[in-house]
């Protein structure tokens, strides 16, 4: 087993692993729709549809808002 030659300080290995906790935001894409914005491949939370065709039966006073 080779072992390391020198002790890596604490300083250094923060340093490596300061950009590790940063998180990408989702893909969010408009809808064709609506023209809310939801995550991609997701069917729209305003007004149920995904991919031009309607999926989800929205109540009408909910589609308004």
Known sequence: MIA???RISKQRK???RSSVWKLDMPGMVK???C???HLSHR???HC???N???VIKMDEEKKGA
Do not use: M
């Open 4 to 6: 390391p030659k020198r």
């Open 14 to 16: 923060h340093k490596r």
């Open 31 to 33: 809808c064709s729709h």
């Open 35 to 37: 023209g809310e914005y």
């Open 43 to 45: 069917v729209c939370g």
């Open 48 to 50: 149920g549809y995904y």
């Open 52 to 54: 031009g065709k309607e």
